[in-house]
């Protein structure tokens, strides 16, 4: 039985080959496909990048730890740039396509790191004297690193643009976003499982290398799509507009806005408005509507601007006042990311000290326990996708909002943290109450452990896609490519301040010392759901306040 999505696809395939027509799900095979390259491609290389600096470069663990760190900041970062770049000079396409082509270039040189003796140093010595790596050895290295971060600046959050460009119906991108989120979490699976595996019990060079093959599919596969999508063109860079808005308003706080209907309004054309008629900017945040009052000397003879950083457009003002709007919801999906950080670097902690095996003789590695969460993310959108969103649409006649997604990843990125606590509790439990216990290995299966990462990953799979779908929504069309961009904000910085609470905390307590068995890290957790509890309680007000873009324009477009 053919589901929506694949109807569509037939559909297009057909149309398209008939029409020429552009978008729609006939290009949802090339943009998928792709993601699945590039994102096993990208996961495989980052995932045993640690270890690779380890064993292959003879780096000191926490030195190891310290430049994945760094590293990881900046691939988080980088799909920022990649979406102010994309909007303000080049769209969508072209920057994907140039980062996927670096993707490919950065697997390339690791491939060359690790089947060439001369990019590396040599191994340690039986005595334990180990040579450093020389600065032409790391500079090939920490190249493939910049060719990385390249390519998932220009992939990651742009590629989720770029697809979402090809639909006109809120309700076709919304599950585009869920299926995205699924190709790119299950490569990311597949990454860090298969091609891990590879690198660790076979070698690095046939382990990167797969990765060099799965970057050139996903290149090709890229390409191949070209002539089935739509390409909106760059508009510029909207932040030129977006700083005008603030000097113009500055500039002309002398005028006197308490008889607003008496001033006229620059909509970006040569009609001129006042405050009742349609094109007038909104009453909320009115101190910026000065921007685009129209004072002697702002425009020439035949209505056009004469002075742009006194004069604004109407709409100018509105994207300035959209993104105002935006910045206390967003600003409340920080904290999910601390937390999310947290959980997952105290549970490889805890996972150390368990029982691992799985099986008289498998024993799962505690860095593939985030396995757990991914695979949580992948079945709960398909859920979502497949059953759950057409059964609350049935049964209520609705369709739940971006928000309602995200407030419900709120309470179970709280559950989770509950869990986590309760799982401690347990542990501690057992390891201050059994003599037995040696090589600080606690009796306890590991899986308690992955069912916290679990319940997290079902909070991920609500809360990331609701917030990609709402940034895009309700972001000006100019910035459609950072409004996905600020999930990878917010990765970055939840990933940064987690390291900064962890610290925090260690030097404010003495709840995380170097034995994990004699800490007190069911603490850490509980504060962790305290604080999440008030962040909720923040992020319901910022939504009950939110006025969404559409509501707003017909409020302002509405005739008095």
């Known amino acids: 039985m053919e589901t929506e999505g694949s109807e569509g696809c037939n559909l297009d395939v057909i149309e398209a080959q008939r029409t020429g027509k552009r978008g729609g799900w006939i290009t949802f095979p090339f943009i998928s496909g792709s993601t699945l390259g590039l994102g096993l491609a990208i996961s495989g290389a980052g995932s045993n990048l640690i270890v690779y600096l380890i064993r292959e470069y003879n780096v000191k663990s926490i030195d190891a730890a310290q430049i994945s760190n760094i590293i990881n900041g900046c691939i988080n970062l980088a799909p920022v740039a ?89 309700q076709e ?49 890229l390409l191949l799509g070209g002539r089935y999508y739509k390409l909106p063109a760059a508009q510029g860079s909207p932040f030129v507009g977006l700083a005008r808005v603030v000097v113009a308003a500055v500039r002309k706080s002398y005028i006197d806005m308490t008889s607003p209907e008496q001033l006229n309004y ?16 909104s009453q909320s945040f009115s101190i910026l509507n000065r921007a685009a009052v129209i004072t002697d000397g702002d425009t020439h003879p035949d209505g056009t601007v004469a002075r742009p950083w006194h004069l604004c457009s109407t709409q100018e003002v509105s994207d300035l006042k959209s993104l105002l709007r935006i910045l206390p919801l967003w600003s409340s999906s920080i904290f999910l990311s601390i937390s999310i950080g947290i959980q997952g670097s105290l549970t490889v902690l805890q996972a150390l000290t368990v029982d691992r095996h799985l099986g008289p003789h498998f024993i799962l590695p505690a860095g593939s326990l985030i396995v757990s969460s991914f695979s949580a993310v992948v079945l709960s959108l398909f859920l979502l996708d497949r059953l759950l969103i057409p059964l609350y649409h049935a049964l209520t006649r609705h369709t739940p909002t971006p928000l309602q997604r995200i407030g419900v990843g709120h309470v179970l990125n709280a559950a989770s943290m509950v869990a986590s606590a309760l799982v401690e509790r347990r542990r501690e439990s057992i390891a201050r109450s059994s003599p037995h216990v040696t090589g600080a290995v606690v ?19 609500f809360q990331f896609p609701g917030q990609v779908a709402f940034y895009y929504q309700e972001f000006p069309e100019s910035l459609r490519s950072t409004a996905t961009g600020m999930i990878a904000l917010i990765v970055s910085l939840g990933f940064y301040l987690s390291t900064a609470v962890i610290g925090l905390v260690r030097r404010a307590t003495t709840w995380l010392p170097d034995d994990i068995n004699e800490s007190r890290l069911e603490n850490v957790y509980w504060m962790l759901v305290v604080v999440g509890g008030i962040n909720f309680g923040y992020y319901v007000l910022c939504s009950k306040l939110y006025k969404y873009r559409t509501a707003t324009d017909k409020v302002q477009t509405a005739p008095d």
Do not use: K
Not at 200 to 206: F, R
Not at 443 to 461: D, F, H, I, N, Q
């Open 82 to 170: 990649g979406a102010i770049v994309s909007d303000a000079y080049f769209g969508c396409y072209p920057v994907v396509a140039f980062s996927s082509a670096a993707s490919f270039l950065s697997l390339v040189l690791f491939t060359l790191t690790a089947a060439l003796p001369s990019l590396r140093p040599s191994p340690c010595s039986a005595f334990g004297s180990c040579e450093s790596a020389s600065p032409g050895q790391f500079a090939a290295l920490y190249g493939a690193v910049f060719l990385m971060a390249i390519a998932t600046g220009g992939t990651r959050f742009t590629m989720a643009t770029m697809g979402a460009n090809q639909f006109d119906r809120p």
């Open 266 to 281: 620059y909509t970006g054309a040569v009609e001129i408005y006042s405050l009742s008629t349609r094109g007038a900017p």
């Open 443 to 461: 009796p306890m299966s590991v899986l308690w452990l992955v069912m916290t990462l679990a319940v997290s990953g079902v909070g991920e799979a």
């Open 173 to 221: 991108r919304d599950i585009f976003f869920n299926w995205y989120f699924i190709l790119l979490y299950g490569s990311s699976i597949l990454g860090a499982t298969v091609i891990v595996y590879v690198q660790d019990t076979v070698s690095w060079a046939l382990g990167f290398g797969l990765s060099t093959v799965g970057s050139a599919v996903g290149v090709v596969v």
